[in-house]
């Protein structure tokens, strides 16, 4: 069973936690199973960036991003090369290290 490894986060998981994944499922399940809250303002449709996150080790683990994923990583603040959308980032049978970042383009976040 693969692991995720998800690094410290003030806002989110201060002492970084790792949890264990199912192979399918996205790096958003599996943090939002373990109480890690990362902005989602799509439902997980892949029609916003605010569940950006960088996959720190196991990258090449993951299925490639298609054109619409893409597009929406343009729009996200803070992309590196392995940027992913947590909520289209789906695990294989690698472990990985993930990194959410402090910020987000979330101008529909209610709790600020």
């Avoid at 996150?53 to 991003?65: D, M, Q, W, Y």
């Avoid at 729009?75 to 294989?92: D, M, N, T, Y």
Wanted: charged letters at 25%; a negative charge.
């Amino acid at each position: 069973m693969p692991k995720i490894t998800f690094l410290p986060n003030s806002d989110l998981c201060p002492e970084g936690i790792t949890v264990e994944a199912e192979t399918g499922e996205t790096i958003l399940d599996v943090a939002l199973r373990n109480n890690i809250e990362i902005d989602h303002a799509c439902e997980m449709s892949c029609a916003c960036s605010t569940c950006h996150c960088i996959v720190r080790e196991g990258f090449n683990s993951l299925a490639p991003s298609d054109e619409q994923e893409d597009d929406m990583l343009d729009k996200a603040w803070g992309v590196e090369p392995h940027s992913r959308l947590s909520c289209q980032a789906q695990i294989a049978d690698q472990d990985l290290v993930v990194e959410v970042p402090r910020y987000t383009l979330n101008h529909a976040k209610e709790e600020h």
